[in-house]
């Protein structure tokens, strides 16, 4: 303020707290204007029309991000852009995802998984997309039967299992002996019918271990190989996939093979490695999980 003085205080000493024209009486000499005004908290002086000895009119006016939010339509988040105006935004989300609520007109957003279509449950292996979602996940659905006598037809060539075993897991036992499955081998195996290509003996116990599948899904990890020397090798036998450890279970001319150093065999790797020389005659055969 400039170029004034105090003439009078009217009806009050001075005084803390708000003082208004109520209060005092300010006589003014020369230019009238005593008062600034000072734009902030969104407001904006457009205009000032007056002069030194009337009285002006002062125009104020929002800012652009005021005006923006006045003349906002619709719902949702607000953010502010890059020019300084409002925007209502609303929460989306992939086909991964799922939103309830995604403009919070009735709460808070809740976002969650969406379902991948795999049945909860515990598996062995899960298949993953790049993002490490779970597309598929597969476990051991099959049920192991061990040791189950066969029936006997009455010709000692057809014998009966109880159900029908998944492909490659079956091992069937004369007497203690593996047999060799394969129509130019030992036996075949259609529906729960053992077919043996001789006669065994009446004498002779027929045993079948295997896995069967109440749902109908064979499980591809279960492995049965009759393998050949690798490389011209009659100690090292290769598997075309590398065991799960000590799943492996390992026969030669049917006799049942132990692993060790001290023993038959040992793995290395998908290498089944003898500790002793085998024969060009001899079967190698072993059933494992990959």
């Known amino acids: 303020m400039t170029d004034f003085k105090l003439q009078q205080l009217n009806k009050h000493q001075i005084r803390s707290g708000v003082i208004d024209t109520s209060h005092v009486d300010i006589t003014t000499i020369g230019k009238s204007l005593i008062t600034k005004l000072i734009a902030g908290n969104g407001l904006a002086i457009s205009s000032y029309s007056g002069a030194d000895s009337g009285t002006g009119v002062v125009t104020l006016q929002l800012d652009s ?27 989306t989300v992939s086909a991964n995802l799922t939103i309830t609520n995604p403009i919070g007109a009735n709460g808070n957003p809740q976002i969650d ?9 515990t598996y062995k292996y899960l298949t993953t997309d790049i993002k490490g979602r779970v597309t598929a996940g597969y476990k051991y659905l099959e049920t192991w039967i061990a040791n189950e006598v066969l029936v006997n037809s009455g010709d000692n060539i057809h014998y009966t299992i109880a159900n029908t075993p998944v492909n490659g897991t ?30 065994n003996l009446s004498q002779d116990s027929v045993v079948a271990c295997y896995f069967y599948n109440t749902s109908g899904i064979n499980n591809q990890d279960i492995q049965t190989e009759t393998l050949q020397p690798f ?3 009659y100690m090292r036998y290769r598997l075309s996939h590398v065991p799960e450890l000590n799943s492996q279970v390992v026969f030669a001319n049917g006799l049942l093979q132990r692993i060790g150093s001290d023993n038959d065999y040992t793995m290395q790797g998908q290498d089944v490695v003898f500790n002793n020389t ?8 072993v059933l494992y999980w990959r």
């Open 170 to 199: 079956d091992m069937i036992f004369v007497s203690g002996v593996k047999q060799i499955p394969g129509a130019d081998r030992d036996y075949t195996i259609s529906g729960t019918t053992v077919t043996f290509t001789t006669p």
């Open 231 to 233: 490389n011209d090798s």
């Open 278 to 285: 085998m024969q060009s005659a001899d079967t190698i055969s």
């Open 113 to 121: 998984l969406s379902n991948t279509g795999v049945t909860a449950g």
């Open 65 to 91: 991000s005021l005006s923006s939010l006045a003349s906002l339509t619709g719902i949702g988040f607000l953010t502010r852009l890059e020019n300084e105006s409002i925007a209502a935004r609303e929460l």
